[in-house]
């Protein structure tokens, strides 16, 4: 035998295709002498020696089946299993086509997807183990689509011959799953439609992603759509509020959860400040930490690595500080700025191993998002009108970069999903957020003063009981600020001071007796809180009033100061109206007997 191909097929028997045998044979072993049983062998005619001659050759041992063509030696194959065949270099390839169709039944029996042919009747004639581990629903639903297949296949049969098109339709099971099947029908060589075939695969969690991504969408556009008008229109507690119920409304869309706590990195004391949070119990909002890797929780850790952290198992994490009462587990993430690590984003949850690497991708890009509405917020807290022009510009310099680091996250997220047409496509929707949202902060930087309303007419005075006479120091280090509401509040008898920072309000105060102190929060020197709390030492009953911009609260302060009796909170852009709203109620409350 000269040039002997061999190989094995998946039941494992051996196959030699011979180009030619030579007609003595002498010398060659087609049977090793160690073999205990007979070998069954198919023998294509015209192969080599006659049969006399091989019947000599390998013994009367061997069961011999001879075929005098291919197509026979084929469906021999077919019919049962040989441990040798034997034919000539012409008939290789068609003779190895059984062998290649074991092949590909092995790989049809192990692939991640479901497999089946139905048949004319809507029966499953036959299935990979995968399509059978579905549900009995979801089969008679595969069964049901691939017999619609027939009718629309069979038109297409007949007008283009061999041609016809799969279709793709999508299924929901009674347990909210959802799978993709895509039916394609069987055409022989008649042409005839026989059968159809089936390829049907779990897409739950890739419909389940989407959703999310389009929540993360709905999220990016509104999250920093901070309507300077809609602020201004609300009263202090509920400025306060507007970006926690924000950002409590997307969480629960993302994460399922309503469970969460920012908290902002104060970079000269290292301290995390809690900022939003719902569902955190007082005892946990007061503990003080701080961005270390050890002693200070997921939270210190993760600030302190810059890195998420997803704990699934809260009662045997080492790092898991109590948080909501009952939690199993959460997910931990920073707040990135420039590259810059400003704070950590956390979500509870009353479930075990809540959260996921799908989990981790998608609060990565939340939190990309919210540390821009921060950092906006904190920019904007100045309120500088004079200078509102140059301060849009800064603002917009200052939220490129964090722009920038979105769409690098989600062109991340992009690469992860190659083949998932739907999902690549809701991605690349989230680029189209950094256009929406230069728009909006342009419209919130627009020229806007701090103080709306009628002014007073210059040198008129008007009598107010609850204000004349009261001495009031104004701390504001934007001069237009303080000047505006001195002569509104001279206007009506009160005797005022003014401080362009917090060290100067604070020295005002060791000197001096006042019946009101209005601060600004945020100031050189020392803050809005600082000042409130030396008048508060000074005089426990003096009211204080602190001023901030569009509703966002540095380090806390102003949770701090409310419960420490702080009078009330102005957040600017606010009307002369309500300032005069706040401060007489202030002194009214400071002086009961007073009507």
């Known amino acids: 035998m000269t040039k002997p191909l061999s190989g094995m097929d998946s039941t494992g028997r051996h196959t030699i295709l011979a180009e030619g045998i030579s007609g003595d044979c002498n010398g060659v072993d087609i049977v090793s002498a160690s073999e205990t049983r007979a070998l069954h062998i198919l023998w294509l005619r015209g192969t080599g020696p006659d049969q006399p001659l091989i019947a000599d050759l390998i013994g009367a041992d061997c069961q011999v089946d001879f075929v005098d063509s291919v197509d026979q030696a084929v469906k021999a194959l077919r019919r049962e299993s040989f441990d040798l065949v034997v034919s000539g270099s012409e008939d290789f390839l068609p003779m190895e086509r059984p062998h290649l169709d074991s092949g590909a039944e092995v790989i049809l029996e192990t692939v991640p997807q479901g497999v089946c042919i139905v048949g004319q009747d809507g029966k499953l004639v036959w299935a990979n183990p995968k399509m059978l581990s579905f549900s009995q629903e979801l089969r008679n639903d595969v069964c049901r689509v691939c017999s619609e297949a027939f009718s629309w296949s069979k038109a297409e049969v007949a007008e283009h011959s061999k041609q016809a098109r799969g279709r793709r339709y999508s299924l929901k099971t009674s347990d909210g799953k959802y799978f993709e099947v895509t039916a394609t029908p069987v055409i022989n060589l008649d042409p005839q439609l026989t059968q159809v075939s089936a390829v049907v695969w779990d897409a739950t969690r890739a419909l389940k992603l989407q959703e999310r991504i389009d929540a993360i969408d709905n999220a990016g556009r509104e999250l920093v759509r901070l309507d300077a008008d809609q602020i201004t229109r609300l009263d202090a507690h509920e400025r306060l509020g507007l970006l926690e119920q924000k950002i409590m409304r997307y969480l629960r869309d993302l994460m399922q959860t309503d469970n969460f706590a920012i908290r902002l990195l104060d970079a000269k004391t290292n301290k995390l400040e809690l900022v939003l949070a719902c569902g955190v119990p007082d005892t946990v909002q007061n503990t003080e930490i701080y961005a270390t890797a050890e002693g200070n929780g997921i939270s210190g850790f993760v600030a302190h690595r810059g ?66 509405t921060l950092h906006v917020l904190d920019l904007l807290n100045t309120e500088r009108s004079t200078t509102r022009g140059k301060l849009g510009s800064d603002v917009m310099a200052e939220i490129t970069s964090p722009l920038n680091d979105i769409l690098s996250e989600v062109e991340n997220m992009i690469e992860d999903y190659i083949g998932h047409d739907d999902l690549r496509h809701r991605l690349n929707k989230l680029s189209s957020n950094a256009v929406e949202i230069r728009e909006s902060i342009k419209q919130m930087t627009s020229p806007r003063r701090g103080l709306v309303g009628r002014r007073p007419t210059a040198g008129a005075v008007q009598v107010d009981p609850t204000l004349a006479g009261k001495r009031v120091l104004i701390a504001d280090d934007e001069s237009m600020i303080r000047e505006t509401v001195r002569d509104v509040l001279v206007s009506y008898g009160c005797q005022v001071d003014i401080a362009p920072n917090g060290l100067e309000a604070i020295e005002l105060i060791a000197g001096h007796t006042y019946d009101l102190v209005l601060s600004d929060i945020k100031m050189p020197g020392a803050s809005g809180y600082e000042v409130f709390a030396a008048s508060k030492d000074a005089d426990p009953e003096r009211p204080v009033i602190l001023m901030t911009g569009f509703g966002y609260d540095p380090n806390h302060s102003i949770v701090r100061a409310r419960r420490e009796g702080l009078a009330a909170v102005l957040f600017k852009p606010f009307k002369v109206d309500q300032l005069l709203g706040e401060i007489r109620s202030a002194l009214r409350s400071a002086s009961p007997t007073e009507k």
């Not at 704990?311 to 500080?321: G, K, P, S």
């Open 307 to 372: 890195r998420s952290y997803i704990c699934t198992n809260a009662a045997q994490d080492a790092r898991y500080l109590p948080g909501v009462e009952g939690a199993k587990s959460c997910l931990t993430v920073p707040l990135r700025l420039h590259d810059q690590i400003i704070g950590v984003l956390n979500v509870e949850s009353r479930e075990q191993t809540a959260f996921g690497e799908d989990d981790r991708q998608i609060l990565e890009i939340f939190a990309r998002y919210a540390a821009v």
